[in-house]
């Protein structure tokens, strides 16, 4: 059964990175595009972006984060201390935030909360790694009923059974690629503890070390009622 998203649109770019597009808004998780080596050349022209999630400080999620901030202006969700380094680095309309928070977004047809991950969130800048306050997942519910849940960088932990049970999100973007974040093994066990319909990997691939893959996966979740969604780069899903 394919997804029901409601009127929006996802388009993985790769990696961690998405593009939500959602009555006239576009909406980037994790803004790493032009640096991004698995996000097709034809996506990195991007379209007016009006709103920025960051789901943590490492490269590979916020590498663009002020060339996009700056040429947009759009709003800017993160955590407290990655908000404020980005501040510092001539970022306009910041928003910060911290976990269990909720930000309601009217104009774009939607509520943001900032639940945990499992994951470290170090700013690498210049020579030197900052405290970049703490990682975090993003629970997006849009007017039209429908909850995603983007975990960022995570291993799984007890505590996605108490996302489940607050905001039950129908779709999962949940990591596979092993080494820095879950693999297939524990992405299955997350899956348990989500009970979303459908789960979409992602974070694998991208390098060497990420070999986690949605074939393993897809293997793991036999007999499961949470069906994967497998993406391509730069494909979207409406």
């Not at 640096?35 to 920025?52: A, F, T």
């Not at 709003?75 to 680095?89: D, M, R, S």
């Not at 900032?114 to 629970?139: Q, R, W």
Request: aromatic share 8%; net charge negative.
């Amino acid at each position: 059964m394919p997804a029901d998203l409601k009127g929006a649109r996802f388009t993985w770019l790769g990696h961690a990175t998405f593009l939500i597009e959602y009555k006239g808004k576009h909406i980037l998780i994790d803004p790493w595009v032009m640096g991004n080596p698995m996000c097709p050349e034809d996506k990195k022209k991007l379209p007016h972006i009006d709103l920025i999630l960051a789901t943590h400080a490492h490269f590979d999620h916020i590498g663009d984060a002020v060339a996009i901030a700056k040429q947009y202006k759009p709003k800017v969700i993160g955590i407290f201390e990655l908000c404020a380094w980005l501040e510092k680095k001539g970022v306009e309309n910041t928003s910060a935030m911290n976990k269990g928070g909720t930000q309601r977004l009217p104009d774009f047809g939607l509520e943001v909360t900032m639940v945990s991950a499992d994951h470290s969130c170090g700013i690498k800048d210049g020579d030197e790694i900052l405290y970049g306050g703490e990682a975090c997942g993003y629970v997006i519910t849009f007017d039209s009923g429908l909850v995603l849940y983007h975990a960022g960088d995570t291993n799984v932990f007890g505590d996605m059974k108490i996302i489940r049970k607050l905001y039950a999100p129908h779709i999962a973007m949940l990591p596979i690629g092993d080494h820095f974040t879950m693999g297939p093994r524990e992405v299955a066990y997350a899956c348990k503890l989500l009970e979303p319909q459908h789960v979409i990997p992602m974070h694998f691939g991208t390098f060497p070390l990420l070999t986690g893959t949605p074939a393993d996966l897809r293997q793991r979740l036999t007999g499961s009622e949470t069906q994967l969604l497998e993406m391509k780069p730069g494909e979207s899903i409406s």
